[in-house]
């Protein structure tokens, strides 16, 4: 293009408030009319009740476990006494301990996993758990419990609602469907918003940078929520803090998290992160940094030189005589293959500025640029691609789902 | 008429392409679609596995590329539905959860008789990029003890029974970005030796081309990809071309239908390109620019 051929982006002046509020009425009165004769965005689900109702069962309890397990843990919490303990760090041990007590209070799954243990050369801590032990259970409400189960009289129940295809004509739709407010809603701030987030190909104005702010402080809000779920909670709470995580977030944890110690340090070094806020702490911040920095590069650097490296070499140096499963030469895998060499050879000489580029290097090296812009040419391509797929995606979104076009 | 060209706003431009994409959506239109040989090495590495094989399949990308990358993800997942595969779901993105959750609803209501548990599940999202692959490929449960609906692996039947992810008979990653499937290539295909296929967006696969064939089989790159591969599983499989599965999900979220834009919004684009250059040549014999 020539010089001068800059789009200009419209300015405060009269003429484009002007241009603007004209767009904006016809497109609010649009929007009216799309929704009472294309019933725009309107959306109809169905609802179901989920209901399950809590149980109780109490067992008499006498087995042997490993005293770090967490079915051990579990029984003590639902009332389990431990009556006695042992130490096994033998195989013959654990054999006799077998025969001494019996399958039935140390069962074989057990054993098993005892004689693993002490053959790494771990001795294992067992506990002779007694008495009864009470568990809770949830069964959906219209399902017969099982025997030994008595139910306690708490029941939870939730609505389970699940939109209706917005192609799907008033007439075939069932009989508890409902138009539901909050999900038009939602399918209409979608649409508007993409069509402000569109109108900045016309120029930067306020539509655009309404819904930019909105997406950016949604966007932050749900990561910062999110990254704390899976990372603070789920990641470090869960393994210093499992009861805590238990009774606050998740009751279903399994009982085999129990305290470990070597999340404190990760505990610290995330505290010591944060110390970058303070005022006169910023130092703080870099050990935490470095440990990053240091183990990330360490991590990395032996991947990188097996996949990125040495794997490249391997694919580049193959046979220039390609043949086929059945032995007969195979003219395009042959190709293929001087051409990836050829290519290789050439960008490298392009990049080798040991010498001047000048004669057959000189040479080489134009083709080494060639062989770039083909590169380049292709990834460009494979771009536009993408671009225009995600353009598409909302189309699809604005004519289908919002003004129910097709 | 030259004056006009030479001076075009780009808005105009904007709004060809707006009505380039726009029409074809509205007008149904379809091209030809032949699936290419990367896109039958993909289908292959999924289709000559055993009924019932181990299948990782990884959702690393978030809505920003669902536009790409959601229906090979959703083809994957009816593929290893069809061979009645077992499938672990995972992310390494936060938001490609919900994403899994639609690929099981998939498996539980499109194809008879897969479960929760036995034939599908969960691990969701792990924080970590590629340390988690890191460790997964040595110890699973010693980062992952449940799945994403907190149930204690050990008291899942698919789960039960596996120590990390060399139990698996095939990785297949569909990755908008870092990380991703270069990832899964450094930290396991390559060291564990684990099969391992991909789909990408457009951005990504000129980056991810290297690794073809080894220690990568295949790679869907973009629409283009996932249209060829959703082509040859709607000739592998005529059930998924019937009314009534037109009438479903899978004909609006499908990669084929939306090569209709591609080709008019590329046509355009290619006319525009030579528009360009035709001007600007013109422009030099006269001395003008």
């Known amino acids: 293009m020539t010089k001068g051929t800059h789009t200009p982006v419209p300015k405060a002046s009269g003429g484009a408030l002007l241009g603007w509020s004209v767009v904006v009425v016809l497109m609010v009165i649009g929007m009216f009319v799309a929704y009472f004769t294309l019933n725009a965005g309107q959306v109809y689900v169905v609802s179901e009740t989920e209901s399950y109702t809590q149980y109780s069962s109490t067992n008499s309890i006498d087995e042997w476990l490993p005293k770090i397990s967490g079915e051990a843990r579990e029984a003590v919490s639902n009332g389990a006494e431990i009556s006695g303990e042992r130490v096994i760090a033998t195989t013959e041990e654990n054999k006799a301990f077998t025969s001494e007590v019996g399958e039935k209070a140390y069962t074989d799954a057990v054993s098993k996993q005892v004689q693993s243990r002490v053959e790494a050369g771990n001795p294992v801590d067992m506990v002779h758990l007694t008495g009864t032990a009470t568990s809770v259970s949830w069964l959906p409400t219209d399902q017969e419990a099982k025997e030994g189960m008595t139910a306690t009289g708490t029941v939870s129940s939730w609505e389970v609602t699940s939109s209706l295809p917005y192609n799907m004509p008033a007439a075939d739709r069932p009989a508890n469907a409902t138009f539901s407010v909050s999900r038009t809603v939602g399918i209409w701030l979608a649409a508007i918003f993409t069509l402000a987030i569109m109108s900045f190909l016309c120029g930067d104005n306020p539509f655009y940078k309404t819904a930019e702010a909105i997406l950016v402080g949604s966007s932050a809000g749900y990561a910062m929520a999110y990254a704390f779920y899976t990372g603070i909670v789920d990641q470090l709470l869960i393994n210093l803090f499992p009861g805590l995580v238990r009774e606050w977030t998740s009751p279903g944890l399994p009982w085999s998290y129990d305290w470990d110690w070597v999340y404190v340090i990760p505990g610290i070094l995330a505290i010591m992160l944060v110390c970058r806020l303070l005022p006169k702490g910023g130092w703080i911040a870099r050990w935490p940094l470095a440990f990053i920095i240091g183990a990330t590069a360490g991590f990395r650097l032996t991947s990188h030189l097996e996949s990125d490296f040495l794997l490249q070499i391997k694919g580049t140096i193959t046979t220039l005589w390609a043949e086929n499963a059945n032995g007969q030469f195979d003219l395009w895998n042959s190709v293929g293959a001087i051409v990836i060499l050829v290519g290789v050879l050439l960008c490298l000489i392009y990049f080798f500025f040991s010498m001047e580029h000048k004669g057959a290097v000189g040479k080489a090296a134009r083709g080494g640029i060639f062989v770039l812009m083909v590169t380049f040419g292709a990834a460009f391509g494979l771009t536009v691609m993408g671009r225009i797929t995600l353009l598409t995606e909302r189309f699809d979104f604005l004519f289908k789902e919002w003004l129910h076009l097709m | ?289």
């Open chain 2, 1 to 289: 008429m030259m004056n006009f060209l030479r001076n075009l706003d780009r808005r105009w431009i904007f709004l060809l392409m707006g009505v380039a994409v726009a029409l074809p959506i509205l007008l149904r239109f379809l091209p030809p679609n032949n699936a290419t040989m990367m896109d039958r090495s993909v289908f292959d590495a999924i289709e000559d596995l055993p009924d019932g094989s181990r299948v990782l399949l990884s959702f690393d990308f978030d809505p920003g590329s669902q536009g790409e990358l959601l229906p090979m993800a959703n083809a994957f997942a009816r593929h290893c539905g069809f061979k009645r595969h077992k499938v672990y779901f995972m992310c390494l993105w936060p938001l490609g959860e919900p994403f899994i959750e639609d690929a099981m609803k998939i498996l539980e209501t499109e194809f008879e008789g897969l479960k929760y548990g036995e034939n599908f599940m969960s691990f969701g999202y792990k924080p970590g990029g590629e340390a988690v692959i890191k460790n997964i490929i040595v110890d699973w449960k010693q980062l992952f003890i449940t799945d994403s609906r907190k149930q204690s692996l050990n008291k899942i039947p698919m789960t039960a029974n596996i120590k990390s992810a060399k139990a698996m008979d095939l990785i297949v990653n569909v990755c908008a970005g870092d990380p991703g499937a270069k990832q899964w290539v450094q930290y396991a295909a390559t060291p564990a030796g684990l099969p391992l296929v991909a789909g990408c967006t457009g951005v990504q696969a000129p980056l991810l081309y290297p690794y073809i064939p080894d220690p990568m089989a295949g790679l869907l790159a973009a629409i283009k990809g996932a249209a060829g591969y959703e082509q040859i599983l709607l000739e592998q499989y005529p059930s998924l071309a019937t009314d009534e599965m037109i009438n479903a999900r899978f004909s609006t979220t499908a990669a084929f239908q939306r090569m209709g834009p591609q080709f008019v919004a590329h046509l355009l684009m290619v006319v525009l390109i030579l528009l360009g250059n035709l001007i600007f040549i013109l422009d030099r014999r006269r001395g003008g620019a």
